[in-house]
């Protein structure tokens, strides 16, 4: 069984500023809880047992006890990246969490790289931590564990972006790039890889794209597609605002956020100690954890942080 996962959680989040202006994307809430935290769980789902985190954009607040992943005390572990540095280390719901900090971007193939002490020889679940996905995870963990692909992944028949061509249960091409076929199918940012991947990753700052195409050309690169459950790219803003209109995950008003009796609270999300004052109106809007809308405000199809 595969007990460990890798959450990504190093990017810029450039396309979805400037909510990543005040914390990496992975930690922007979704339903009052980080976006990773609902990745977390996924995995949990499936039988995961242990989290692997980087970072590199405001990595303080991952550790933050209202905003960030898992519990504290945080520690100094004895793990310790390609970097040199030691991963600290903590608790999301019992399960042990390593956050590897980056402080130059490693990008997807260098990130791995850089966790591969941590790796240990074990193969290991990566899920992207700014996607929201209820995929049965299960099904790309069993396929995976009896093809003896290096790498597989999990593929959506839907979306805008299909650059992987797959057959009988393997990548043939990815972006037509080896010029085998067109694409047919979007990857989801979630797969499960063995170590032996680690052999076709490059040093420094690497995509891991490279390494899929390598296996790709010999025939070690697996494909499950799973479109059951939801999936979501939560890159932007509109689109950030469409998957709490969409989705169904929570009740959309937290039971500790602070609301004025005649304020107006109309298709939105409001968070946790959020405070919304009198005679204020809110419209298909978020209200982050915390932030604050003044007496007689009116927001509309808005992100108030």
């Not at 042990?96 to 240990?120: D, S, V, Y």
């Not at 995509?207 to 790709?216: H, K, Q, Y």
């Amino acid at each position: 069984m595969i007990r460990k996962a890798f959450l990504l959680g190093a990017g810029l989040g450039t396309r979805l500023r400037p909510l990543t202006d005040r914390l990496p994307k992975p930690l922007v809430p979704l339903f009052h809880r980080p976006m990773v935290e609902w990745a977390a769980q996924a995995c949990a789902l499936a039988g995961i047992e242990e989290f692997a985190v980087n970072t590199h954009h405001l990595p303080a607040a991952w550790t933050d006890p209202l905003r960030g992943l898992g519990e504290g005390p945080w520690t100094e572990s004895d793990l310790r990246g390609g970097n040199g540095l030691p991963a600290q280390s903590g608790l999301w719901q019992d399960r042990p969490i390593h956050l590897f900090h980056e402080p130059e971007l490693l990008e997807t193939g260098g990130g791995i790289r850089n966790i591969a002490e941590w790796i240990a020889g074990d193969p290991v679940l990566v899920h992207n931590g700014d996607i929201f996905s209820t995929l049965p995870l299960a099904p790309l963990i069993a396929a995976h564990e009896t093809s003896g692909n290096l790498a597989t992944l999990a593929l959506r028949s839907s979306g805008t972006a299909k650059h992987i061509a797959h057959h009988d249960g393997k990548v043939i091409d990815i972006r037509e790039m080896l010029g085998r076929a067109p694409g047919t199918h979007v990857f989801s940012g979630i797969y499960v890889f063995s170590p032996g991947l680690l052999d076709f990753i490059g040093e420094g700052k690497v995509s891991v794209i490279p390494a899929f195409l390598e296996l790709t050309r010999i025939g070690a690169l697996g494909a499950v597609v799973l479109d059951d459950g939801e999936w979501f790219d939560l890159g932007d803003p509109e689109s950030y605002l469409a998957a709490h209109r969409d989705l169904d995950l929570a009740e959309k008003v937290h039971r500790d956020a602070l609301i004025a009796p005649d304020a107006s609270i109309l298709r939105s999300t409001i968070g946790p100690r959020a405070e919304i004052g009198a005679g204020a109106v809110v419209t298909d809007s978020v209200v982050w954890p915390g932030a604050v809308v003044a007496p007689g405000e009116r927001i509309d199809g808005a992100i108030r942080m």
